[in-house]
């Protein structure tokens, strides 16, 4: 009997121990990804629709995925005038566009940066219109190992311009990310450098990956391997002169992707690792 206390009384030890492992983050896996989804770089979802959109980086088809909010496959909707040259983030904006972010420099030495116009992809009548930029303060394809801050995976949409946000991919890493401002209109244009930004200092997880706005355009979502950080309550492209809120998920992986489900729940998507296919997340903001 005293032995049969004991075993219940551990027993109920390391339910309680699990449970508040479990809830030490609000991060909620919803379910694993299709291996198609492999390299999945960018999520982005419009209000009032039911499905999300998806992408692979490098190496991969010019394909938009349409996905259930289960993170299930539906449809694979082939971009008409592109090329996956390295498909990084997406994007919306209010008028039921989608936009591709062809602009992955991981060698920093790229000078074919693009965004892709996606519209029409709702109804299937898709037109694609293609606006080129190249980065004003950057003079050497590539530049010296520590001067590699010009690989962007990150970026959203605002008020007819785009913010796009660097990969940080200097040999001395320093933690700081530098922010563009591009307007959405086709051809080639300069992307201006706005601001700089030290987000934080740790090479191993402060890489910035993906960036998202809600809908009602005053609250950013910044994501990285294992943290979001939250910006609100900035003024104009005064992004980082507001509140930042760092939010440590306390779960590591290549998370490559950040969209508003609603202006609360964030939905986050990871790359596969070797035998552990990619997964689709829930965030909810406190």
């Known amino acids: 009997m005293y032995k049969s206390n004991i075993c219940i009384f551990l027993l109920c030890c390391t339910l309680t121990v699990s449970c508040q492992k479990k809830n030490d983050t609000d991060l909620i896996m919803i379910d694993h990804l299709s291996n198609a989804l492999h390299e999945i770089s960018g999520i982005t979802y419009i209000k009032g629709e039911s499905n999300l959109y998806a992408v692979n980086d490098s190496g991969n088809e010019n394909v938009v995925f349409l996905l259930n909010q289960k993170g299930k496959i539906l449809e694979e909707i082939k971009i008409p005038n592109s090329k996956n040259v390295d498909w990084e983030d997406l994007a919306y904006d209010h008028n039921n566009?989608?936009?591709?972010g062809d602009f992955g420099n991981n060698n920093n030495d790229r000078k074919n940066l693009t965004i892709y116009r996606v519209s029409g992809i709702k109804n299937k009548q898709i037109k694609t219109t293609t606006i080129e930029f190249f980065l004003e303060d950057q003079k050497k394809f590539p530049p010296s190992k520590k001067k590699r801050n010009f690989d962007i995976e990150a970026f959203f949409y605002n008020k007819g311009s785009f913010y796009l946000f660097t990969k940080n991919r200097g040999s001395k890493f320093n933690g700081e990310?530098?922010?563009?401002?591009?307007?959405?209109k086709p051809g080639k244009q300069k992307a201006k450098l706005i601001d700089t930004h030290t987000i934080c200092d740790d090479a191993r997880d402060?890489?910035?990956?993906s960036a998202a706005i809600n809908y009602n355009g005053d609250t950013i979502a910044l994501l990285t391997y294992n943290k979001i950080f939250i910006l609100s309550d900035f003024k104009g492209d005064d992004l980082f002169g507001g509140k930042i809120k760092k939010i440590k998920l306390n779960h590591f992986s290549q998370k490559e992707g950040i969209c508003f489900l609603t202006d609360s729940t964030l939905l986050i998507v990871d790359e596969k690792q070797k035998k552990t296919k990619g997964a689709l997340y829930k965030y909810r903001l406190k």
Do not use: A, G, P, R
């Open 97 to 100: 566009n989608i936009y591709i």
């Open 177 to 184: 990310t530098k922010l563009y401002k591009l307007q959405d």
């Open 206 to 209: 402060c890489f910035i990956s």
